[in-house]
């Protein structure tokens, strides 16, 4: 089982990018997903997350700019990012609470996908 992140890329600010996160492998079950994205010398943090209900949540600095959605038939979770800013040039990460087969829930990560927005 694994999660892979794709989509990132050079942008100029003010423009967009989506992001994807396809969970591969036999599971029962994806429980809540999130983004975390970590810039140069910082650590990582929290962008958005979202629940197995869709419920959905955000950090401030992209409230109003970022979307996160998901799509369970396909296992996929996805980060729209619109009026990008310098500032949120960081590789992000893809994250779900993934239950197995024996019904086991276990906490996995992707591989990162950077992202570069040029001023």
């Known amino acids: 089982v694994q999660l892979q992140a794709s989509g990132g890329g050079l942008v100029q600010a003010g423009g967009s990018l989506r992001l994807s996160c396809l969970v591969s492998?036999?599971?029962?079950?994806?429980?809540?997903m999130g983004w975390y994205r970590q810039a140069p010398g910082k650590q990582r943090e929290l962008v958005a997350t979202i629940s197995r209900l869709g419920i959905t949540h955000y950090a401030d600095s992209v409230k109003g700019r970022f979307t996160i959605s998901r799509d369970d038939n396909r296992n996929a979770m996805y980060l729209t990012m619109d009026s990008l800013k310098p500032e949120d040039t960081a590789v992000y990460y893809c994250?779900?609470?993934?239950?197995?087969?024996?019904?086991?829930?276990?906490?996995?990560w992707g591989q990162g996908t950077l992202v570069t927005v040029s001023s």
């Open positions: 994250n779900g609470r993934l239950v197995s087969r024996q019904l086991v829930e276990s906490d996995y």
């Open positions: 492998g036999s599971i029962f079950r994806v429980n809540d």
